[in-house]
């Protein structure tokens, strides 16, 4: 290695030390290039950063000495191969060339330095580290070279097992195939035994039939099926096993279709012992040659459908009952005028409608009477006449149990009039005279007491009754029983009515007379009024008229009112105040009595005391506000106010209020009139004496 080519690191925590060295170093070595680090640390991150020839380092430095670098440069696995060389001025000792020695040191020079030295050291630490760079790569090439030759080796090793072992397995693979041939045999021989029994005992008819259509296979499932044995079948076409009425259209599909398959042909099968036809659903498959085009032959697989056909036509008769049961309920629900209508007339359409829906030849509605003593028919009617009939009576007591059943709320349903233990109690001539065969009763309550019965009857032959018809035959129980219940109920609407009328008539009548006669009280006062000279007595006579004629209004208003329960407010207090202006003489003073009442109604007792109260305030104002002639307006107002209270103002713009006494000196009697009735009505008074005039006003609860 040139010197221009060598990198050499200095690590010495003397600066004076580092500059020393790198002016020695470029002066005899110019093209060298010098780094250095001032600490252990900083010099190693320097040797990894650079990847320096040779390292000059100082043994003595604070915090990592020389051996502690050294030793940390050694350990690592890409700086190992770096010479270190340690200088140092102060341990030049033995045991410290050796400790450096085992630090991993290659060269240890004394200071101060001789240059010759120091160039020649390193250079031939230069020389020691390309010499170590050109054996690892050697010993690389080396390592490569024995893993490529150790792979080729161990490739040939594997081929030669894999070729040993592929021959163990083809060895072990033809015993095995050998063996399983042998359980083949056996296990085919097994299951074409088994295949037999199948086919034989298969629950599903199955038949085989070659090319020119002839029997070749004929399981057991299909002699139940046709009631043919195999040996009769064997050999024969077809054609044997259809009704006679559509043999021909059966095997023309069959030749039209040979070699494709079925999903589900339907093909009826004739069982020769009943006669009957059987209608089954067929699935095939063709087995060809090994050309692939050949037909050979033609196997088929049954499933009779005869009882799921029957089925599915009981269900959809089924589905259509229900529909028209859901009909009838649906109509009679919707219909409005149905629980308000005639009584007989309802009856009427829902035993018609129900004996349509349910096709009995007799519908009928019996009620029972108070005692349960007996029942009478109600309504009947004959589907096949259409004709109703009525009246018909039995006696109770020939079928207490037959009573107690319905007593508990039970349907009877009885298929056999003649041995249902439940109807067997109904005489035996009933059921004669009618032909009766099959009957079912629901009993109808109304109010929780047994009340009547709805009934269905089949004559002719006996009839099964589903449990659907019980259960219409209970919901059109609980609708008759909607139509007694609301007959009644009309009924009793009706008489309610009445006595409603008549208490109206008898109470206008009752307010009439009270105000007949507060009026003739009213004129007996206004005769005694005539006859007295003091004027004191006079004023109190008009006072009182006042009084009395405002309640013989009140009820006036009653009487002519169609609401005898509560007052049109509004009307009643402009008719008072009418008649108090009249009484005062207002036409005659320059004052307006005007009022603003809303749309009240009071009842008859809180509209007493408000009456009373109006006209203590109003006649008050009247007499005392406005003297001399002086004008001025006087204003009555009712309103509503929050909380359900009513708010009562008398105001005027008069000369205001000062206390009114009696010559004893107490208050005056229209006064503690106005407190009482305040009191009366819950209500609270307060006054404003103004100026201008006054304003009472009364707070009071509407009811």
């Given at each position: 290695?040139?010197?221009?080519?060598?990198?050499?690191?200095?690590?010495?925590?003397?600066?004076?030390?580092?500059?020393?060295?790198?002016?020695?170093?470029?002066?005899?070595?110019?093209?060298?290039?010098?780094?250095?680090?001032?600490?252990?640390?900083?010099?190693?991150?320097?040797?990894?950063?650079?990847?320096?020839?040779?390292?000059?380092?100082?043994?003595?430095?604070?915090?990592?000495?020389?051996?502690?670098?050294?030793?940390?440069?050694?350990?690592?696995?890409?700086?190992?191969?770096?010479?270190?060389?340690?200088?140092?001025?102060?341990?030049?000792?033995?045991?410290?060339?050796?400790?450096?020695?085992?630090?991993?040191?290659?060269?240890?020079?004394?200071?101060?330095?001789?240059?010759?030295?120091?160039?020649?050291?390193?250079?031939?630490?230069?020389?020691?580290?390309?010499?170590?760079?050109?054996?690892?790569?050697?010993?690389?090439?080396?390592?490569?070279?024995?893993?490529?030759?150790?792979?080729?080796?161990?490739?040939?090793?594997?081929?030669?097992?894999?070729?040993?072992?592929?021959?163990?397995?083809?060895?072990?693979?033809?015993?095995?195939?050998?063996?399983?041939?042998?359980?083949?045999?056996?296990?085919?021989?097994?299951?074409?035994?088994?295949?037999?029994?199948?086919?034989?005992?298969?629950?599903?008819?199955?038949?085989?039939?070659?090319?020119?259509?002839?029997i070749t296979r004929f399981n057991r499932?299909?002699?139940?099926?046709?009631?043919?044995?195999?040996?009769?079948?064997?050999?024969?076409?077809?054609?044997?096993?259809?009704?006679?009425?559509?043999?021909?259209?059966?095997?023309?599909?069959?030749?039209?279709?040979?070699?494709?398959?079925?999903?589900?042909?339907?093909?009826?099968?004739?069982?020769?012992?009943?006669?009957?036809?059987?209608?089954?659903?067929?699935?095939?498959?063709?087995?060809?040659?090994?050309?692939?085009?050949?037909?050979?032959?033609?196997?088929?697989?049954?499933?009779?459908?005869?009882?799921?056909?029957?089925?599915?036509?009981?269900?959809?008769?089924?589905?259509?009952?229900?529909?028209?049961?859901?009909?009838?309920?649906?109509?009679?629900?919707?219909?409005?005028?149905?629980?308000?209508?005639?009584?007989?007339?309802?009856?009427?359409?829902?035993?018609?409608?129900?004996?349509?829906v349910m096709k009995t030849a007799r519908?009928?509605?019996?009620?029972?009477?108070?005692?349960?003593?007996?029942?009478?028919?109600?309504?009947?009617?004959?589907?096949?006449?259409?004709?109703?009939?009525?009246?018909?009576?039995?006696?109770?007591?020939?079928?207490?149990?037959?009573?107690?059943?319905?007593?508990?709320?039970?349907?009877?349903?009885?298929?056999?009039?003649?041995?249902?233990?439940?109807a067997l109690q109904i005489p035996a001539?009933?059921?004669?005279?009618?032909?009766?065969?099959?009957?079912?009763?629901?009993?109808?309550?109304?109010?929780?007491?047994?009340?009547?019965?709805?009934?269905?009857?089949?004559?002719?032959?006996?009839?099964?009754?589903?449990?659907?018809?019980?259960?219409?035959?209970?919901?059109?129980?609980?609708?008759?029983?909607?139509?007694?219940?609301?007959?009644?109920?009309?009924?009793?609407?009706?008489?309610?009515?009445?006595?409603?009328?008549?208490?109206?008539?008898?109470?206008?009548?009752?307010?009439?007379?009270?105000?007949?006669?507060?009026?003739?009280?009213?004129?007996?006062?206004?005769?005694?009024?005539?006859?007295?000279?003091?004027?004191?007595?006079?004023?109190?006579?008009?006072?009182?008229?006042?009084?009395?004629?405002?309640?013989?209004?009140?009820?006036?208003?009653?009487?002519?009112?169609?609401?005898?329960?509560?007052?049109?407010?509004?009307?009643?207090?402009?008719?008072?105040?009418?008649?108090?202006?009249?009484?005062?003489?207002?036409?005659?003073?320059?004052?307006?009595?005007?009022?603003?009442?809303?749309?009240?109604?009071?009842?008859?007792?809180?509209?007493?005391?408000?009456?009373?109260?109006?006209?203590?305030?109003?006649?008050?104002?009247?007499?005392?506000?406005?003297?001399?002639?002086?004008?001025?307006?006087?204003?009555?107002?009712?309103?509503?106010?929050?909380?359900?209270?009513?708010?009562?103002?008398?105001?005027?713009?008069?000369?205001?209020?000062?206390?009114?006494?009696?010559?004893?000196?107490?208050?005056?009697?229209?006064?503690?009139?106005?407190?009482?009735?305040?009191?009366?009505?819950?209500?609270?008074?307060?006054?404003?004496?103004?100026?201008?005039?006054?304003?009472?006003?009364?707070?009071?609860?509407?009811?």
């Open positions: 290695m040139e010197s221009n080519e060598l990198k050499v690191l200095a690590i010495d925590d003397n600066a004076d030390n580092l500059t020393s060295l790198r002016a020695v170093i470029q002066d005899l070595l110019p093209s060298c290039t010098v780094l250095t680090a001032r600490d252990g640390a900083c010099g190693i991150e320097a040797a990894r950063a650079a990847d320096p020839d040779v390292i000059l380092l100082d043994l003595i430095m604070p915090g990592l000495d020389g051996f502690a670098v050294c030793r940390q440069l050694k350990a690592d696995e890409h700086l190992r191969s770096i010479p270190v060389v340690f200088l140092t001025a102060i341990r030049t000792d033995r045991e410290s060339r050796v400790r450096a020695l085992q630090a991993g040191g290659e060269g240890f020079l004394t200071k101060p330095v001789d240059e010759l030295e120091l160039v020649a050291a390193i250079q031939a630490m230069a020389k020691i580290r390309a010499a170590n760079r050109i054996q690892g790569l050697e010993r690389a090439q080396l390592a490569a070279m024995v893993d490529e030759r150790t792979r080729k080796i161990e490739e040939n090793r594997c081929a030669t097992l894999n070729l040993l072992e592929d021959l163990r397995v083809e060895i072990e693979v033809r015993k095995q195939t050998e063996n399983e041939l042998r359980a083949n045999q056996a296990s085919l021989r097994e299951t074409r035994d088994y295949l037999e029994k199948l086919f034989a005992h298969a629950n599903s008819p199955i038949i085989v039939w070659d090319a020119e259509f002839r499932a299909s002699e139940r099926l046709t009631g043919i044995l195999a040996e009769e079948a064997l050999g024969q076409r077809p054609d044997i096993l259809f009704p006679p009425e559509s043999r021909d259209a059966s095997m023309d599909i069959i030749r039209l279709t040979a070699g494709e398959c079925w999903d589900e042909m339907e093909i009826p099968i004739l069982d020769r012992r009943t006669g009957e036809a059987h209608i089954v659903h067929w699935s095939s498959a063709s087995i060809f040659r090994p050309d692939g085009e050949t037909l050979e032959a033609t196997i088929v697989q049954g499933t009779d459908i005869s009882q799921r056909r029957r089925a599915e036509q009981l269900l959809q008769a089924k589905e259509s009952r229900q529909r028209e049961f859901v009909s009838l309920l649906s109509d009679l629900v919707n219909d409005s005028q149905f629980f308000s209508g005639d009584l007989t007339h309802n009856i009427r359409r829902i035993i018609t409608r129900s004996a349509e519908t009928s509605v019996w009620v029972y009477s108070e005692d349960l003593s007996r029942m009478r028919c109600y309504g009947l009617y004959e589907r096949d006449s259409g004709a109703f009939r009525e009246g018909e009576v039995l006696q109770c007591e020939d079928f207490p149990e037959y009573l107690a059943a319905h007593q508990l709320g039970r349907v009877i349903a009885a298929m056999n009039v003649r041995t249902d233990p439940r001539s009933y059921y004669d005279a009618h032909g009766i065969q099959s009957l079912m009763d629901a009993p109808i309550w109304i109010h929780g007491r047994l009340t009547a019965l709805l009934s269905f009857e089949h004559v002719g032959d006996v009839h099964s009754w589903l449990a659907e018809e019980e259960q219409l035959a209970q919901t059109l129980a609980t609708f008759v029983s909607f139509c007694f219940e609301a007959a009644e109920r009309k009924r009793t609407e009706e008489a309610l009515q009445r006595t409603l009328a008549e208490r109206e008539t008898l109470l206008k009548e009752v307010h009439h007379r009270v105000k007949n006669n507060l009026q003739i009280i009213n004129s007996l006062m206004s005769l005694q009024a005539r006859k007295e000279p003091t004027p004191a007595v006079v004023e109190a006579f008009r006072t009182m008229q006042n009084r009395v004629r405002s309640m013989a209004l009140l009820h006036e208003t009653l009487y002519r009112s169609d609401d005898l329960a509560r007052i049109d407010f509004k009307r009643y207090v402009e008719r008072m105040c009418m008649h108090l202006a009249q009484s005062c003489g207002l036409d005659r003073m320059q004052v307006q009595l005007e009022t603003r009442i809303g749309s009240i109604k009071l009842p008859l007792d809180r509209a007493v005391s408000c009456g009373l109260l109006i006209n203590e305030l109003v006649t008050n104002a009247l007499k005392h506000a406005f003297p001399d002639g002086r004008s001025g307006r006087t204003t009555v107002a009712l309103e509503s106010a929050a909380d359900q209270q009513l708010v009562l103002t008398v105001a005027d713009d008069g000369t205001g209020l000062a206390d009114v006494q009696d010559t004893d000196g107490r208050k005056s009697l229209g006064m503690e009139l106005i407190r009482r009735l305040t009191e009366q009505l819950d209500g609270t008074l307060s006054v404003d004496r103004g100026p201008p005039g006054t304003a009472f006003r009364v707070v009071f609860p509407a009811s």
